[in-house]
Every structure is written in C-alpha cells, then in structure tokens.
T-cell receptor, first 114, second 114 residues
Framework: DMKVTQMPRYLIKRMGENVLLECGQD?????MYWYRQDPGLGLQLIYI???????SEGDIPKGYRVSRKKREHFSLILDSAKTNQTSVYFC?????????????FGPGTRLTVL | KTQVEQSPQSLVVRQGENCVLQ??????????LRWFKQDTGKGLVSLTV?????DKTSNGRYSATLDKDAKHSTLHITATLLDDTATYIC?????????????FGAGTQLIVIP
C-alpha cells in the first residue's frame, strides 16, 4: 500500500517550545520534501532531502531544521516555535529521477503555536 | 512574486453542472503541469499531468489542456458531483527530476451544491 504518513495530525504548542513533525513513506523513494501551506498561498518548500543525510534548504528554511537518518523517515524540527509558524505542514516523497513530476503527499499536520 | 495564478479563487456550482478552472503561470522553464485535488483537511491527490505543448488529458470527468506558448492550462470538470467539492491546485514543475522545483498555485475552491 503506497502511502506517505504524517504524525501527529494535529498539534498545539506554546511559543518557545520545540516541535517535532514526523513523516514516513513505504515506497523506497529517495527524495522527500517538507512544505507548509498557508491560506491564500501556494505550498512553500521548506526543505528537501535527496537521501539519508543529504538535505538542502528550500525556499523558506529559516526557523526549521530537518533530519533524515533512514530513507523512509524524514523529520521536521522547529526549535523554539514562533506564532508565525502556525500552518499546515505537508510531507511528500518521490523517486530521484522522477522528482517534481511524481510527488506523493501525506495528509498534513496542522500546527498551532500559541 | 507568485509564478502560478489560478482563477477563479472560488466557485460555486450546482450538482450536474460543468465548470472550468484556469491556471496561468510564468515559470521558466516549464517542464510539466499537474492538477491536484485537495479535500478539506487532506493531502494533495494528483488528477492529471500535462507535459507537451498543446497536451490534452482526460481522467473520467476531469479533462485538462495545456498551452505552453501562452503558459496557460484549464481543468474541466464535467457533470459535477457533491464529492467534487474541494480545492484544486495547479502545480508547475521547472524540471523533470528531483533537482527541479514545483511551483504551486494558491488553488481554486470549488463548492458543489445540491
């Protein structure tokens, strides 16, 4: 069953707390992505990972970091969360050579920072 | 600057009616264009992908066109159903590999009423 999973689905944190968002995929995709989606805006790329320990900044990496220790898992970390990081976060994955044409998306994590 | 513009921003139709969603973009190069459906609180699900100049695709009640010269795409939904209520997102890829980036529109919110 090909899918991308995200945990948790909903999260409420206070400003200054640390946040860990988890993503998993069972398709052996080399490349994984973290996006955020805000009202009225298209998805924005935070980080991209080409494989284990091979991560690159996306368009809005400030305030975020990532970890990829296993091909099937990709974590997004917010150290000392800020209220403007309230958003819906999506993880996606793809094969390296099919990249942008065939990304599979998780269901999203709705993060609220109070 | 937004490189993918979708119109209308929102649309209400009666069940059974047809509708057309528009996507204009300025992404260069424009390797491919994909339409996604996003149900409320869910991830993005691919409907169709267009790659070549003057491509036309059909997927059940969904059909799409691409004019690369005009950098314009349309998504047609025929005989709408209540389950078609969702946000439809146009995404342009600037390369056919994971090295490329996806450029997301903000989406058209379609509401189908009985």
């Amino acid at each position: 069953d090909m899918k991308v999973t995200q945990m948790p689905r909903y999260l409420i944190k206070r400003m200054g707390e640390n946040v860990l968002l988890e993503c998993g995929q069972d398709m052996s995709h080399e490349t994984m992505y973290w996006y955020r989606q805000d009202p009225g805006l298209g998805l924005q790329l935070i980080y991209i990972s080409y494989d284990v320990d091979s991560n690159s900044e996306g368009d809005i990496p400030k305030g975020y970091r990532v970890s990829r220790k296993k091909r099937e898992h990709f974590s997004l970390i917010l150290d000392s969360a800020k209220t403007n990081q309230t958003s819906v976060y999506f993880c996606a994955s793809s094969f390296r050579d099919r990249g942008g044409a065939e990304q599979f998306f998780g269901p999203g994590t709705r993060l609220t920072v109070l | 600057k937004t490189q993918v513009e979708q119109s209308p921003q929102s649309l209400v139709v009666r069940q059974g009616e047809n509708c057309v969603l528009q996507c204009n973009y300025s992404v260069t190069p424009d390797n491919h264009l994909r339409w996604f459906k996003q149900d409320t609180g869910k991830g993005l699900v691919s409907l169709t992908v267009l790659v070549h100049e003057n491509d036309k695709t059909s997927n059940g009640r969904y059909s799409a066109t691409l004019d690369k010269d005009a950098k314009h795409s349309t998504l047609h939904i025929t005989a709408t159903l209540l389950d078609d209520t969702a946000t439809y997102i146009c995404v342009v890829g600037d390369r056919g590999s994971a090295l490329g980036r996806l450029h997301f529109g903000a989406g058209t919110q379609l509401i189908v009423i009985p």
